[in-house]
Structure formats: C-alpha cells, structure tokens
C-alpha cells in the first residue's frame, strides 16, 4: 500500500511538472510573442507612459517626469526610470516599453509560488500558479503598459514578505523577511504613491481585528522598517518638490485625495462595479469563488446552529457564537496563537476590493493586485473542494463559453455600431474560436477530475483559459489603428522623414497620446488640455490657447505640420485654412504647410 502510495504521488508529480511546463511555455509565447511583435501603443495609457519615459531619455531629466515635453505629475517615477533604462539599453522600441509589466507580471508570479511553497505545499503553489496565470485581466494587464501590473508586483511582494516573516507563533522573534517587506512598500509607493501604503495598512489592521494577534506588531520592526522605506522613497519626493514648487499640491491633494472623494477624474462607477469587474477578470475560476463562498456559508451556518444550544438562554451570547463560526467560515484560521497565511491573503482581497469600491475613481486595473491573494485563496480551495463541487464550477465555465457563442450575433451588432462590419466580423470569428477552446478544456478537465486526477484538471483548465485570453488579445487587435496614431504617422514618414523631426508640429483641438511616442518628439497642443491642465498652465509658452492664434501662426508658417480630425480639418479647409494633406486614417488626417 505505501509503494503504491508513492508511485500514485510520483506519478502526480510527474504530470503536474508536465502541465506546469506546458504552461509556462505557453504563458511566455503570449507575451514574449506580442511584445517583439512590436504591437501597436493604444491610447492613452500605453502612449502616455512609454512617452513619459522617452521624454525621460530625450532630456536626461529623470527627476520630473514629463509627457509630451510638459510636467507631469499623476505618477512616481520608478516604472519610467526602469522602461527609461531600457530604452537606453535596447531603443526606444514600443516593445521595450513593454517590458516592464511583463517582468512585473511573470515575477508576481513567481514570488507568490515561492511563497506558497514555504507555507503550504508544491501542489498547492502548483494551483496557485495554474490560477494566477491564467486569470483574464491578470493576463491582460501583464501585457498592456499600464502602472496597475508593476504595483501589484511590489505589492504581492510586501504581502508574500510580511507572511513569511510572521510565519510561525506569534511572539517568535522578528524576520528579516520584514525588511524585505518595506522595500516593497517603498517600491510600491515609488509606483503609484499613498496607495502602496494605504493598501497593506488596511489589510493588516483587518488581520489584526480578526484574529486579535496584536503581538504581531512588535515583529513588523516598527522603527527600522519605516526608516528604510523613508531612506528609499523619500529622496525623489523632496527633489521633484524642490525643482517644482506646484507638485505637492497637485500630486497629494489632486491626485490622492480629489481622486478618491470626488468625481473630478470623470471615471465613476456604480458600489458594485468592481465586484462585477473581478468577476469577469477572474475567468475561468469566477465560478470556483463562487462554490467556495457557498461553501464558507454552509460551513458558517453548520458552526452558528451547533453554536445554538450552548448559548441557550443567553441571547448576546448567541449573537457571539453565531458571528464567529461567520467569520472562522469567511477567514478559517488553523490555531489563535500562530500567523495565518491564508486569512491574511483573504484579508488582502477583501481590502482591496473594498477600498476601491468605496473610490468616486473606477478603472478595471485598479483591483489587479487583489489577484495574486485571490488566486491564492481560491487555489488552496481547488485542492480541497469535493469533486463534484469541482465539477459543477468547470461546467458554469462551459456553459459561460456556450452563453458567449450564442450571443455572437448579438455581440456583432453591439460592435457594428461603432466600428468597420469587417473588423468586427474578424474579431467575433476569433472570440468565437476563443470560446470554443475554453469549452474544449474545460471538458478535458472534467474528464480528468472524473479519473481522479486533480491537477491535471487544473492545469487543463488554466491551459485553455489562457490561449483564450491571448487569442481574444490576438482579435482585439484588429481595433488598435483606430486607437493610436501608429499608421497615420508612418504614412507621414514615407513622404516627410526629415521634414517631420524638425519643423513645428501641431495636434489642434485633439491629443492622441501616442502621438509623440512614435513621432519621437513632442508637438505643441493648440485649444486642447487634455489631462495636461497641470503642465500648461506650468508652462503656458508650450501651448496655444485658442484657435484663432493657431490659424495666425500656421499662416505666416514656410514649413511645418499638423495632426487633427476629419471633421475639424473640412471645417478649417472651408474657412481657407492653407495646407496639403499628407497622412489620412479613418477619422483624422495630418496637414503640410509648404
């Protein structure tokens, strides 16, 4: 019986390094593949932060970050000094630009498998894996240029840091896994700001009320750890104030406080937004949270009826009983006087989700780095659900991907509302292939949990969610000349190469962000604003306030360009504004004035 045990867990082992390499291998061919692909920048994320680093290499000012050559100062500056780093070493190269995320993303990964396999098990790091790397807006966001992919990275390393320094009893002595967390944090903080401290603060204070272990906080290393965050984060702060008087008003008071409590930023969305926006960025495991949710509420009101009698008569006492076999049933915790992994990932979930919810601020990357705790909290589950539970969450999965293929021909007239019938029709032929792959392994994995065979099933399931995810990627391309300026400006180039790096150029009354990303320059922004107010009104000698203004100087211009709309172009060329059309996409067209 014990040989056939440890032939049984060999043989585990065997297929699950299979799965794993399969995987990865397919994980890395979707993002290494796009990314020397040289996929195009979308506006206004992906031409906005690759510029602000060219910027950074054109000027060789590191410390004020600039975009389209005007302070800016939403973000800190560590993701633009790392892509600035690489363009300096391998080109200014949309690809390169890409590289920062996608080392965030595959490094994320990595710390949270290291860290469960100290904690937990090699299958459960495994699952954990398995359902990180294939999670949708995981992979999505490991391949778009975006700050949310890079702050969930130092994040996951704080959280995975702090859990392997408090390992163990609560009054053991303190790790110099705590070090290690706070130059996460600083790191975070040096990414995306307050929000790498507010984030981890809030999850701790929750572990804390939850499982009362406050001899926790003298393990943390109270004093050297916020010196050390001080002595890494610090300096840049006190030398972009120093060079630039209006930053601390505009970066903390706007761009934390405004942004969190008011409208202001026009991105609003209903309490339930984010719950809905994790629900489908969690694809193909959605359902699995789902059964583990049923599942801590039976587990809760299992505990609160056997809680019953005990308290009979007493009813406060029976309040008590009922709302902790509630929250042993939400945060399950192994013994009160040891640190509790798996409640403090559950925390860190519950924190972020929560948090952002409560933001008047709402875009879908902001819950990124709740995926890496999720991921653990569901991958643990994967390996400790009952079969039939396993198999009825891989069949809402099936069944989601049959829902998507029936509604096709609703989904292409949603789309042919705004866009050419031939890109839609090419996209919704690849979701629907998408859809059919995720069907397909999802079958496969349930075959495979019929023959007992976990694991593999898990992996079959993460292999097909991830295709599909990059497939779908591969189909949304087919809409991105319509969001960047990529074809326009080459088009510019074949005819106006020399002309084009040197004369004034001008974006009137529009501003693509990519613009001067793959012009390589900056263009002067005439009767726009834009997100650049700030920079403007900094430096208003960088801009042109009106129209009017505009017309007088490209009339006494002997050479120079300008990118607009259609619309606007017709309008002005009606009105008698001189100049040749040498660059034209589907809504927007670039002038010569020569």
Not at 50 to 60: K, N, Y
Not at 61 to 67: E, G, N, Q, S
Not at 150 to 166: H, P, R, Y
Not at 446 to 463: E, K, T, W
Request: hydrophobic fraction near 55%.
């Amino acid at each position: 019986m014990l040989r056939s045990n440890r032939r049984r867990t060999r043989g585990a082992g065997i297929w699950a390094a299979v799965l794993l390499a399969a995987m990865v291998s397919l994980f890395l061919y979707g993002w290494v593949g796009d990314m020397f692909e040289t996929r195009t920048l979308i506006r206004p994320d992906e031409g906005r932060y690759a510029d602000i680093s060219r910027e950074m290499v054109a000027s060789g000012d590191w410390i004020t970050p600039r975009l389209n050559g005007l302070k800016y100062f939403e973000k800190p500056p560590l993701q633009y000094w790392g892509t600035a780093a690489a363009f300096r070493v391998f080109g200014v190269e949309s690809w390169t630009a890409r590289l920062w995320p996608l080392f965030s993303a595959v490094f994320g990964m990595i710390v949270l498998v290291f860290t469960a396999i100290r904690l937990r098990t090699v299958q459960d790091a495994l699952a954990i894996a398995a359902v990180l790397g294939s999670s949708l807006l995981y992979v999505v966001f490991g391949m778009a240029i975006t700050l949310d992919m890079a702050l969930s990275f130092w994040l996951t390393a704080a959280a995975c840091a702090i859990a392997l320094a408090l390992d163990g009893p609560v009054r053991a002595p303190a790790s110099r896994w705590m070090l290690v967390a706070w130059a996460s944090l600083a790191a975070a903080v040096l990414t995306k700001g307050l929000i790498g401290l507010v984030l981890p603060a809030l999850a701790a204070a929750l572990y804390l009320l939850t499982t009362r272990q406050w001899a926790l906080l003298r393990r943390v290393r109270p004093v050297a750890g916020p010196l050390l965050l001080l002595a890494l984060s610090a300096p840049w702060f006190v030398m972009v104030q120093q060079r630039n008087p209006e930053f601390f008003d505009f970066f903390f008071v706007h761009e934390h406080f405004q942004r969190f409590l008011t409208t202001a930023h026009r991105r609003t969305g209903a309490w339930w937004y984010f719950l809905a926006v994790g629900a489908l960025g969690f694809l193909p495991w959605t359902p699995m949270l789902g059964a583990w949710a049923l599942s801590s509420m039976r587990r809760a009101s299992g505990s609160s009826a056997r809680a019953a009698p005990i308290a009979e008569g007493d009813r406060g006492a029976a309040e008590r009983g009922r709302a902790g076999a509630i929250r042993q049933a939400i945060f399950p915790r192994n013994s009160p006087d040891r640190f509790d992994a798996d409640r403090w990932f559950a925390c860190w979930v519950i924190v972020t989700i929560g948090f952002f919810s409560l933001s008047s601020s709402k875009l879908p990357g902001y819950i990124v780095p709740a995926f890496p705790a999720l991921a653990w909290v569901v991958g643990i589950q994967l390996r400790q659900v009952s079969n039939r539970s396993l198999v009825a969450s891989i069949v809402v999965v099936v069944a989601i991907a049959g829902a998507v293929i029936a509604a096709m021909p609703w989904i292409g007239r949603a789309l042919d509302a705004r866009y050419e019938p031939a890109l839609v029709v090419g996209f919704t032929a690849v979701l629907t292939e998408s859809m059919v792959w995720l069907a397909a392994g999802g079958g496969v994995a349930i075959a495979l949990v019929l023959a007992r065979v976990r694991l593999g099933a898990i992996f079959a399931l993460a292999l097909a969610g991830l295709f599909c995810w990059d497939h779908v990627m591969d189909g949304a391309r087919l809409f991105s000349p319509m969001l960047s300026s990529r074809q326009i400006v080459a088009e510019a180039f074949d005819s106006e190469r020399d002309a084009l790096r040197t004369a004034p150029f001008y974006t009137v009354e529009a501003f693509d962000q990519t613009l001067p990303f793959y012009l390589g320059r900056s263009v002067v922004m005439v009767n726009v604003t834009d997100e650049l107010a700030m920079g403007l009104r900094s430096e208003p000698e960088r801009g042109i306030a009106t129209l009017e203004e505009w017309v007088a100087r490209w009339r006494a211009l002997d050479i120079g360009y300008a990118f607009m709309s259609g619309d606007a172009y017709r309008r002005l060329a009606a009105a008698g504004l001189p100049g040749r059309v040498v660059a034209v996409d589907r809504k927007r067209v670039i002038i010569a004035r020569r």
